[in-house]
């Protein structure tokens, strides 16, 4: 199948487009379209069949639940058993906006897009783009990343294309990168204490003025012990991999971490290995081989997480062997930014001590 790619410059000058991409969804079929975490890819999401699609497109395994995007807050309501008053804050503070709610799903959601769970994710974009979209097509639209299953996510259409060219019919290409740049946080709002299943550009720290029992999923920073079950199906997957091996180092102080980096690059460089270093601005002089790249400032960690998977498939671009990535501290967004470098690097985190 040929992809179509079209250029929204303007939502009421390219409509025409916009139309065509909701009359798509509305046939059961498949669109790429940019949100402000990551680019998703969208289908009916009231429609079995067509969800099914996705799993395929994406080789996602078809037990890992998917977020059904809205363009109104109140088309949540048709769509679970029940909105707890909190949750109305919560929607009336950060939507639109990069936070996922988990619900006790209604009947007419159906099993493809929840995996089979009592539970459904939902969620009000900040773009144009997919508003007007989910609007026009007149249905809630469920979308994952629009990456194969276990690549970085896509944060410009140009990565979704890498990844989906020829297997779907079309992409919207909102021309600017995905400004948040890592997906929504995951906040389970189906049981007693809410609990934050995926950390992501809603914060811990912005949440708890509302929710002050928040607390954040151990599995956050940890992987799985055997036979565990995840909350979050999607987390026990390995995830945002590039090609190359990736290789965190953790410490307190950043001239003992660069020095440990500095390390382990010669002696990769003396093997033959091309190797990436993922630094930040505050150590970017510190290194003296190999391929290097800024996440962005330590004392911005939005920046950081806006850029780190166009970084990741950076480095695929240029075809390291390995990558040394720099810890940065889990507070803010950093939190979300490590729980995707973790399951990037495969939980492979070696401590620097100071
Ligand atoms: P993605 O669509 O690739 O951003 O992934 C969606 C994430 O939300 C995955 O980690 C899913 O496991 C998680 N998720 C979606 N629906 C549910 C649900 N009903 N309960 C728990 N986690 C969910
Ligand atoms: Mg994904």
Known sequence: MKTKVYIIE???????????????????????????????????????????????????????????????KEDIEPLVLEVPARVYTLIDTFWPGPLTIILKKAQIVPDETTAGLSTVALRMPNH??????????????????????????????QHVIEDLSNIIPMIL???????????????????????????????????????EDVRVDETVLKPLTKGQSPKSPGMKYTHYAPKAKVIIYRGTNLDAMAAEINRRAEEYVSKGKKVGILATDETMDKYKKGHLISLGSRKAPASIASSLFNS?????????????????????????VMNRMIRAAGFHVINVSS
């Open 10 to 72: 303007d939502i009421q000058k390219d409509d025409k487009a916009i139309e065509e991409a909701a009359a798509l969804i509305r046939q059961g079929q498949l669109v790429a379209f940019p949100t402000e975490t990551v680019y998703g890819l969208g289908a009916n999401a009231l429609d079995g069949q067509a969800v099914n699609r996705i799993f395929e497109a994406k080789g996602r395994p078809n037990d890992n639940p998917l977020i059904v995007h809205v363009s109104k």
């Open 312 to 336: 990741l498939r950076g480095f695929d671009h240029i075809g390291v062997d390995v990558i040394l990535a720099e810890w940065v501290e889990e507070k803010d967004e950093g939190l979300a």
């Open 173 to 211: 290409d909102g021309i600017v990168p995905c400004q948040v740049g890592i997906e929504s946080t995951v906040l389970d709002m189906s049981g007693e204490v809410p609990t934050i299943l995926r950390p992501g550009g809603i914060t811990l720290e912005m949440l708890r003025p509302i929710l």
């Open 128 to 157: 144009p783009i997919a508003l007007a979209l989910i609007d026009k097509a007149g249905v809630p639209i469920a979308a994952p990343s629009a990456n194969r299953s276990g690549k970085p996510s896509p944060t410009t259409a």
